[in-house]
Structure formats: C-alpha cells, structure tokens
C-alpha cells in the first residue's frame, strides 16, 4: 500500500471516530434523520467528506468539508456557512454564522430546521 493510500485511510479513520464522538452513531444514521442540501449529500454518499473538528460545548457540532464546501452538524441538523475560502475553523464558521452568541439548544434548533 503507498505511502499516500495510507494517509487517506489514516485521515478517514480519523473523521470516522471524530464523527462517532459527536453524533454516538453512523453518518449515514444521521443523514436518514437530517438530509443535507443535496450537493452535500451526493459527495456524503461518494465518500468525499472529512470530519475537520468537533466542539462538544454550546450544545456541540461538527465541522465537516463535503467535497469542496463546508457543514456544520448540530444535534438538530445540519447549518450551511456558505462559500468559505481556506480552511475554517469551527470557531470561524460559528462566528460567521453568529453562533458564539447562541448557547440556548432551542435557538441552534430552530436555526438548524432553516
């Protein structure tokens, strides 16, 4: 196995476990309860997504690239920054989407269902 072949399976190890931690079941599990917008979905089900970082406070989330865009998993649903250029952080797209402010489940809810 080459060098790079193993890099990839060693990063979506790492995404798999990252997920687990956030959600405590498969993505697939969550999709079927949370369908993403359908580019996202398509690039989900060809396996073109990586779980770049998990926050476990404000309620928790995941931030994920699918394919060349980027989601936000919430308990509730799936949030949508938008175009973002480089490589964000968590921190970044919470801020983006003015989440640093909301800690209360109800609000990241109802701003998960839009």
Do not use: K
């Amino acid at each position: 196995m080459s060098e790079r072949n193993q890099d990839l399976r060693a990063q979506r190890h790492l995404s798999l476990r990252r997920w687990r931690a956030f959600a405590g079941r498969s993505l697939m599990e969550y999709v079927g309860e949370f369908p993403p917008p359908p580019h996202a979905l398509e690039e989900i089900v060809g396996g073109d997504w990586e779980v770049l970082e998990v926050d476990h406070g404000h309620g928790g989330a995941a931030l994920l690239r699918c394919g060349a865009d980027y989601l936000v998993a919430t308990p509730y649903g799936w949030l949508h920054p938008g175009p973002i250029r480089g490589q964000p952080t968590l921190a970044e797209v919470r801020a983006e989407l003015g989440l640093e402010r909301y800690h209360d489940p109800l609000v990241l809810e109802r701003l998960s269902a839009l």
